[in-house]
């Protein structure tokens, strides 16, 4: 491996990513793997994730292939040196920002997504013209064999490669020494990778979980409720079957809207998945056999379990879960502090729904945070008055898609954004560069030190270049003292 990773170093340093046209092959190499191989990709997350294949399209094929084309039409504008404002005293001076690859970067990503969360910030990383080291995750096995055995087809493999295998390959890899690591999955691996890095002082990007609110308020018209009840599914259930880090974890619901939400999720339910959900291929399974234990043991406890309304059931051999519906679990529970993950949904009443922003503030900072209201000044309270990676008002996922969003988590759900220029910034380093003319130099500035100079000086920082030429001519008085 520490060979593997000198040679990819050395590949950087001959300066082949950091030209423009590479950069540009390597996008084009990804779609055309996603285009190419779009009928291996469906295959794969069936066989990981039984995800019906329009799923796999919408949340990540379709996704990719726009940030690609979004990536190659700005990329030229975004490695372009940006223009640095000075103050106009800076006479015959220029400024501006170069953006600079990092070098060799690590990319580890989690199973739920295992194209789009590996692929994603790719994109940035070679946009940002770095040699990358991709370690997919090992739970979702077809997805990572079929980047690893195709992915080098379509790239250049002496500066992206694909590396499989359980967490000590990971841990070996986090041993070695690297300009940046981005890394997608749970807080408790994040702590390993922040501490690993710590080691050589590099740069993390942390791409974490967390509870996801969805406060819903009473909602007057039939249609929004229908349509808010839809997008509440879609945004759990429809989202790898809640194994999304942006699914919707509990809704916040006030108690005189709380039954007319319920009985129109459970319709909405129906419509989508059918009478048998276990029979629908529109609905995905659980990644593995640990998982499946996990969420099924977050409804053993007894009160828990009294406070499931809709759903239940479960099919270990098949790793399915019903789309699963409680009223009111106890706030203590395990299902209400851990991280759901999965397709149970708790629906928690309040006496009022402004009672939802001092709930939301009493736990971890949530990576999304959803608001179904029409109203304006409780979208305003939203916004400012709690803390989140991102809000979204009358929808759910969707931010996910927004190329001009930053994607990133505040507090215990992660640091560090990416996404369309974001991406590119992330794998970059903005290095300011300043050029100086040698036909104006201010005295001043010069020991041995005078109070004249120092009147000089002080004038230099307040007043423009004709402030200062009034002052060294007696016609304006030196500033008051800064
Ligand atoms: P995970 O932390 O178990 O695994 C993520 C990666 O870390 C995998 O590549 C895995 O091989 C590696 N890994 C596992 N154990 C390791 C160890 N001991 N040392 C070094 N590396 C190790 O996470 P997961 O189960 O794949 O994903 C679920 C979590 O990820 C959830 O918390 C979810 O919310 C979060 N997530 C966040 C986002 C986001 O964009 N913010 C997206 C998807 C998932």
């Known amino acids: 491996m520490e060979r593997e990773v000198e040679s990819m170093r050395e590949y950087y340093d001959s300066g082949k990513t950091k030209e423009a046209s590479w950069r540009a092959s390597q996008l084009e190499g990804l779609r055309a793997f996603l285009t190419d191989q779009q009928h291996d990709i469906f295959h794969a997350l069936m066989q990981d994730l039984g995800k019906h294949h329009l799923e796999s399209f919408r949340d990540e094929i379709g996704t990719l292939i726009k940030s690609l084309n979004f990536a190659l039409k700005h990329l030229k504008q975004w490695m372009s040196p940006g223009k640095a404002e000075l103050p106009r005293i800076a006479l015959l001076t220029s400024a501006e920002i170069v953006a600079e690859p990092l070098g060799l970067v690590l990319i580890m990503s989690s199973w739920n997504f295992p194209f789009g969360l590996s692929l994603e910030p790719l994109i940035g990383a070679v946009a940002a013209g770095n040699t990358v080291v991709l370690k997919p995750s090992e739970l979702s096995s077809a997805s990572a064999s079929l980047l690893a055995s195709a992915l080098p087809n379509y790239l250049d493999n002496k500066a992206i490669k694909v590396i499989q295998g359980r967490p000590e390959v990971a841990e070996q890899l986090l041993f070695q020494k690297w300009d940046k690591i981005f890394f997608t999955g749970s807080p408790r691996v994040g702590r390993i990778v922040m501490s690993a890095a710590a080691k050589h002082l590099t740069p993390v990007t942390l791409e974490l979980g967390g509870k996801c609110p969805a406060v819903v308020d009473s909602l007057s018209s039939s249609w929004d409720r229908e349509v808010a009840a839809k997008r509440i599914i879609v945004g759990k259930f429809g989202a790898c079957a809640g194994q999304a880090c942006i699914a919707i974890d509990y809704i916040l619901v006030g108690k005189e809207f709380a039954s007319t939400l319920v009985e129109l999720i459970k319709v909405w339910i129906k419509k989508m998945f059918g009478e048998k959900p276990s029979e629908s291929n529109t609905i995905a399974r659980i990644i593995n056999k640990q998982h499946f234990f996990r969420l099924k043991n977050l409804l053993s406890d007894p009160k828990v379990k009294e406070s499931v309304i809709y759903g239940g059931s479960m099919d270990e051999e098949h790793l399915f879960i019903e789309p699963t519906i409680l009223v009111d679990p106890p706030l203590e529970a395990a299902i209400m502090s851990e991280e759901i993950f999965g397709p149970l949904l708790p629906i928690v009443t309040l006496e009022k729904i402004e009672d939802s922003i001092k709930f939301i503030n009493s736990r971890p900072k949530p990576l999304a945070l959803y ?72 005295w001043f500035r010069y020991p041995p030190w005078t109070t004249t100079k120092f009147q000089e000086l002080e004038a230099s920082y307040n007043y423009d270049y004709l402030g200062l030429l009034l002052v060294l001519l007696g016609l304006k008085t030196s500033p008051k003292r800064l």
């Open 371 to 442: 608001v179904f209201t029409k109203n304006q000044s409780l979208q305003g309270r939203m916004v400012s008055e709690t803390s989140s990676g991102s809000v979204t008002f009358n929808d759910a996922i969707l931010q996910y898609a927004a190329d001009s969003l930053p994607f990133g988590g505040v507090g215990e759900s992660g640091f560090g954004n990416y996404h369309g220029k974001f991406s590119f910034d992330t794998f970059s380093h903005q290095k300011g560069v300043l050029r100086r003319s040698f036909l104006t130099d201010f």
